[in-house]
T-cell receptor
Framework: KAGVTQTPRYLIKTRGQQVTLSCSPI?????VSWYQQTPGQGLQFLFE???????NKGNFPGRFSGRQFSNSRSEMNVSTLELGDSALYLC?????????????FGPGTRLLVL | AQKVTQAQTEISVVEKEDVTLDCVYE???????LFWYKQPPSGELVFLIR??????QNEISGRYSWNFQKSTSSFNFTITASQVVDSAVYFC??????????????FGTGTLLAVQP
């Protein structure tokens, strides 16, 4: 089975712009979660989608949003980019929802905001 | 509040040495899962193991072993006869049932393991 794929892998944007990141889960996986990784804050949970519905959201401003499509693919959007949004954004998928599910991560999208 | 602590920021060992990575967690729930992930320089988090709160049996997988002790809220990871390919950042993570069904993982700050040849 192919793993989790994320596009693009690298992105450079300037402050004030917006960005959309894409994630394709492992085939058959219906749950997708997003995490932000920075040197200062570490790995932080952004949000989780299951059956096209956001099930949980981390402590991030409203500039961060996401959605999930009927084929389980997910996108996250960051509007009005700030320098502090520079990070590695990781997507993870799991077969279903729940604490016992193992999440499998993609390679991430490295976003640099100038 | 739920929390995962990895007190060791960096560890450097010479190849073939054994190394233990520590993980201490805090949770208010009785049902929870613990995970270890490996992050090589490429950035992808690679799943290593999952352990539920009701199973305190230690596990061994090749050169890897895990010691789960609820009494001390610890879930330590040992690499036996380390190899250069083991060099990576290792993360311990927790998921708990509090608040309903969720896939949310709480990660520790990670331990950078450098294995020198």
């Amino acid at each position: 089975k192919a793993g989790v794929t994320q596009t693009p892998r690298y992105l450079i944007k300037t402050r004030g712009q917006q960005v959309t990141l894409s994630c394709s889960p492992i085939s058959g996986h219906r749950s997708v979660s997003w995490y932000q990784q920075t040197p200062g804050q570490g790995l932080q949970f952004l949000f989780e989608y299951f059956s096209e519905t956001q099930r949980n959201k981390g402590n991030f401003p409203g500039r961060f949003s996401g959605r999930q499509f009927s084929n389980s693919r997910s996108e996250m959007n960051v509007s009005t980019l700030e320098l502090g949004d520079s990070a590695l954004y990781l997507c993870a998928s799991s077969p279903s929802q729940g604490l016992r599910e193992t999440q499998y991560f993609g390679p991430g999208t490295r976003l640099l905001v100038l | 509040a739920q929390k995962v602590t990895q007190a060791q920021t960096e560890i450097s060992v010479v190849e073939k040495e054994d190394v233990t990575l520590d993980c201490v967690y805090e949770t208010r729930d009785t049902t929870y899962y613990l995970f270890w992930y490996k992050q090589p320089p490429s950035g992808e988090l690679v799943f290593l193991i999952r352990r539920n709160s009701f199973d305190e049996q230690n596990e061994i997988s090749g050169r890897y072993s895990w010691n789960f002790q609820k009494s001390t809220s610890s879930f330590n990871f040992t690499i036996t006869a380390s190899q250069v390919v083991d060099s990576a950042v290792y993360f311990c993570a927790l998921s708990e049932e509090y608040g309903g069904a969720t896939n949310k993982l709480i990660f520790g700050t990670g331990t950078l393991l450098a294995v020198q040849p």
